[in-house]
């Protein structure tokens, strides 16, 4: 009998969930996943509904006390804490999981690790030198980037180049037959905070000429314009960015994979992220010629000129970023990982 994969997804956001079920189904070989609501949200991959270790409402990750370096968040006396630990340590010694893809959390990579199991460690942008991600990536059997190389943080070690397998476009974004529009589509993700419907609204009358679409959480506006639509949450993301004339939104991976899939002129606006992950990101994209990068809010009066200048970016830029098939790329890796046992052997000396 095949030994499963166990793959970890953090609950905030949504881009780990996206991405660990489009491996799976990806994959020939069995994957679970494990992670905080999942019920009803796995894409009908076997899963591990893990107990909550959030302390309040949403996430900060602040665990509201002091802690050994090689940690970032284990609060103490957190009954969930406990039992999601548990409920990990229990599933892997029953499954005896071949290997651990952890998207992401150092914890989970350590305590996999402490519990014999080979782990892939998800690596996101940013510059992750920290101690804790340094335990982490030492520990890890090979690390694991949903991104495009040209993308990583220029001041990343070679050596954590080295080990990694970058591996774009692993959710998939291409939908086909999709007719272009002349519309702006903002796209709001579930990991930062809710639009600002009158910021929305006042770049839309800047430019009566051009639909806008905001998908996504939004505040509504008191007058918006007749060219504004709020959309709120939308099945199918990929449709409207493939439809749209230009796309503005933040830098988080899910975004940036879409934009470069469907080759859109795209208007990025990174949004404070733990180690400056998207403004990272976002620099390397504007230094590529590859989006138009505002670090700032622009001003209403802005927009037009950020429209136009985001239709001349060179498609060709976002093309040479493109990776086709990436939740298959990474499958055949883990499973050759899996095959091998992913346990790097000690040199002699």
Not at 300 to 317: F, K, M, T
Request: aromatic share 6%.
């Amino acid at each position: 009998m095949v030994r499963p994969i166990g793959h970890y997804v953090h609950h905030h956001g949504d881009g780990h969930r996206q991405r660990a079920i489009a491996i799976a189904k990806a994959s020939a070989w069995p994957i679970t996943l494990l992670g905080t609501g999942l019920a009803g949200r796995s894409g009908g991959i076997p899963f591990v509904d893990l107990p909550d270790d959030r302390i309040g409402d949403g996430f900060s990750g602040d665990d509201g006390c002091s802690r050994p370096s090689a940690l970032h968040y284990a609060p103490l006396d957190h009954d969930g804490q406990r039992r999601r630990v548990a409920a990990i340590a229990n599933w892997i010694a029953e499954a005896r999981p071949a290997l651990m893809v952890v998207d992401v959390s150092v914890e989970v990579a350590m305590l996999a690790r402490l519990a014999s199991v080979p782990t892939v460690y998800v690596r996101l942008g940013g510059l992750r030198t920290d101690h804790p991600h340094r335990e982490a990536f030492a520990g890890a059997s090979a690390l694991l980037a949903p991104f495009p190389a040209a993308l990583d943080d220029p001041d990343m070690p070679d050596d954590i180049r080295a080990r990694t397998f970058y591996a774009p476009g692993i959710v998939p974004s291409r939908p086909a037959g999709t007719a272009e529009t002349n519309d702006v589509v903002v796209v709001v993700g579930r990991g930062g905070a809710a639009g600002d419907g009158e910021r929305w609204a006042a770049a839309a009358r800047s430019s009566p000429e051009l639909g806008w679409r905001v998908i996504g959480p939004c505040t509504v506006p008191a007058d918006p314009p007749h060219n504004l639509s709020l959309l709120g949450w939308v099945e199918g993301a990929e449709s409207h960015i493939a439809s749209a004339a230009v796309v503005v939104g933040a830098a988080g991976d899910g975004l940036v994979n879409a934009v470069i899939a469907a080759r859109k002129p795209f208007i990025c606006l990174p949004e404070p992220r733990p180690f400056a992950e998207q403004y990272s990101k976002a620099e390397r994209l504007g230094a590529l010629g590859a989006a138009i990068v505002c670090r700032e809010a622009p001003k209403a009066n802005a927009w037009p000129g950020l429209v136009a200048a985001a239709r001349r970016v060179d498609p060709a830029v976002l093309a040479s970023l493109d990776v086709r098939d990436g939740a298959r790329r990474v499958a055949e890796w883990l499973a050759r990982l899996g095959d091998a046992g992913a346990i790097p052997r000690r040199r002699s000396a």
